[in-house]
């Protein structure tokens, strides 16, 4: 799923190609993609772009008269630009055509959940806003108390739209591995000085990963946007080398998602029980790095 990162650059390439120029039509094939009935999608045809921001996840794209279309492009939605009515690819749930250009909207395989919403002013496109907290902004103060505000393990607190904007499974990973705090270590049981170095992880991360996608698109419009990248400490790298110990990366499985993390830096060199090869293994669960490899070498 794109996060705040990616996004970001979706905006900062669409700020450049659309602020001040028309949005003329929509061409809707995906028949779940459009959420919103009121205003209609065809009340914004032929009025100008505004502004182009970030709404958590979403990228919410305003023209004149205060209409708002807010896109939300879940775990495989991905934007494109082409040149003026452009032919709708075989796997576009829309195409978006404004004066000097069009943004296709396409979404790999068959579960279609990416949305597109249609709302009027401020008030309806902070409706659609989960309410999390901009971490890029924020206080120290509002962090943690953010953070505090319920008991849960660190990479659901992060995770959660609800508390913190705009971060997801890939940069939660990198985040707390930055930060050298386990993923299920319980947000209630956080230091001071823990928290602060959670704060400024997070603060890196995402900004050195906004300049680094920055400087990979280089002025084109991003069309590799992905959520394993080349230079990701941990996430995606189940069993390479942490960069900064040589321990290997391992995982948590779980439904359609994982964790990785590295026991060395992040556990205290503990493994963290995987739901599956828990249940597999049951009592024989390694419990370290070394009881891991020698489970390996039966």
């Known amino acids: 799923m794109p996060e705040l990162p990616d996004v970001e650059i979706y905006v900062e390439a669409l700020r450049e190609r659309i602020v001040g120029r028309r949005f003329e039509r929509a061409r809707i094939r995906g028949p ?140 939660s990973d990198e985040i707390l591995h930055r930060a050298r705090l386990s993923p299920v270590a319980l947000t209630g049981r956080l230091s001071d000085e823990e928290a602060a170095r959670l704060l400024a992880a997070t603060r890196g991360v995402l900004a050195e990963w906004v300049d680094r996608l920055r400087r990979q698109a280089g002025g084109t419009f991003p069309e590799k946007v992905t959520a394993f990248r080349e230079g990701m400490a941990v996430h995606g790298r189940y069993g390479q080398p942490c960069p900064r110990c040589g321990a290997k990366v391992q995982r948590i499985r779980y439904a359609s998602n994982e964790t990785n993390y590295c026991p060395a830096c992040q556990t205290g060199g503990k493994l963290l029980a995987d739901r599956g090869l828990s249940r597999l293994l049951k009592q024989d669960w390694p419990r370290t790095l070394e009881e891991l490899e020698a489970l390996k070498r039966r």
């Not at 003026?84 to 075989?90: L, T």
């Open 32 to 171: 779940f993609l459009l959420r919103s009935a009121a205003p209609p999608l065809e009340a914004a045809y032929g009025k100008e772009v505004r502004e182009v921001r970030r709404v958590g996840k979403r990228i919410a794209i305003g023209v004149d008269g205060g209409l708002w279309l807010a896109l939300h492009l879940m775990i495989a939605g991905r934007l494109h630009w082409r040149a003026p009515d452009v032919k709708a690819a075989r796997n576009a749930l829309a195409v978006l055509d404004f004066e000097g250009g069009s943004l296709a909207l396409t979404e790999a395989g068959s579960q279609h959940r990416a949305s597109l919403y249609v709302v009027a002013g401020e008030e309806g496109l902070s409706a659609l806003d989960a309410g999390g907290l901009e971490v890029m902004t924020a206080s120290f103060a509002e962090f943690a108390a953010a953070l505090r505000l319920g008991n849960h393990t660190l990479k659901r607190a992060l995770t959660d739209p609800r508390i913190f904007s705009g971060i997801g499974n890939a940069y």
